[in-house]
């Protein structure tokens, strides 16, 4: 059950990252760049960083859950 609330909470985190990176690039490109035709590659950002969350998210919480049993032993 852990696994799978740290694999819907990376999906959540890449996609809001995701989102966020998009209109910071596609707005930093539209006014200095004036070229609309690449942004189409900005909006592959929010669903390839979703996939991405979603597998590093039970690394993460796998990681987090080992350093607290190092802790605990010492």
Do not use: S, Y
């Amino acid at each position: 059950m852990r696994t799978v609330a740290a694999v819907l909470l990376g999906l959540i985190a890449g996609l809001f990252a995701g989102f966020a990176l998009e209109v910071l690039i596609g707005a930093a490109g539209h006014f200095l760049l004036d070229g609309p035709d690449w942004l189409k590659v900005v909006a592959i950002f929010p669903p390839v960083l979703a996939v991405a969350g979603a597998v590093a998210g039970p690394f993460i919480d796998r990681r987090i859950q080992e350093d607290r049993r190092i802790q605990e032993d010492r």
